[in-house]
């Protein structure tokens, strides 16, 4: 069955620097994947999607790259600011469609210090 | 706009004791609803899920049932708690299953 990673637990760096979050998948290439944050108690937040035929997405300070060779995306934030300090959560669909039934990485927690 | 609710917020209940969480959806009309479990130390786990009235899926077996008696209402109970149905259960709805849009989350504690 569809398996999720994200191989960091924690990400620590300073105010600034460029932050980079790995998702690996095995088996098949699923239709899009998804990046969310979230923050401690609260739910998560999406924040981009990235379909299969897309090699790269931007939104404002966030970048998403999607390799289906490697079965890995990337998920980059630069100039990080304290504020984006949270754990970061890559998802697809289950059986590669686009259905719904999600499956989620168990989240890198990222720390961006002043 | 679209909003989702989630009660209650917080929750302590005995083990073997029966749970009863709620959900609805407001500003949208036949939405795609999901149960999520996030238990300390694992990722986000898919409980159930629903594309209409009366059509609940179930991705993990387990002594939890989810009913959607309301085109944006969906619940989710348990006959008896055990200690490992602890944890943080988010609702979520959707256009189509793409992305999702989360609730605030109940805090269930079991003891």
């Known amino acids: 069955s569809q398996k999720i990673e994200q191989n960091s637990e924690a990400l620590n760096i300073q105010e600034g620097k460029t932050a980079t979050l790995t998702c690996n998948y095995t088996n098949y290439s699923p239709a899009y994947l998804q990046w969310y944050r979230q923050d401690p108690g609260r739910g998560p937040v999406f924040l981009l999607l990235i379909r299969e035929n897309e090699k790269e997405k931007r939104k404002e300070r966030l970048k998403v790259t999607f390799d289906t060779t490697l079965k890995q995306s990337l998920f980059h934030i630069t100039a990080s600011q304290p504020a984006d300090s949270a754990t970061y959560l890559c998802a697809l669909d289950r059986y590669g469609g686009s259905q719904g039934n999600l499956i989620f990485g168990k989240g890198t927690k990222l720390s961006v210090k002043p | 706009s679209q909003t989702i609710h989630q009660w209650p917020a917080t929750l302590v209940q005995p083990v073997g004791s029966p749970l009863s969480l709620e959900c609805t959806v407001e500003g949208t009309s036949n939405p795609n609803l999901y149960w999520y479990r996030q238990a300390a130390g694992r990722g986000l786990q898919l409980l159930f899920y629903?594309?209409?009235?009366?059509?609940i899926s179930s991705e993990v077996p387990q002594n939890l049932s989810a009913s959607r008696p309301q085109d944006r209402q969906f619940i989710l109970s348990s006959k008896k708690l055990l200690l490992s149905d602890s944890g943080f259960y988010l609702c979520?709805?959707?256009?189509?299953?793409?992305?999702?849009?989360f609730g605030p989350g109940t805090r269930l504690t079991v003891l």
């Open positions: 629903s594309v209409g009235i009366g059509q």
């Open positions: 979520a709805w959707s256009w189509g299953g793409v992305e999702q849009f």
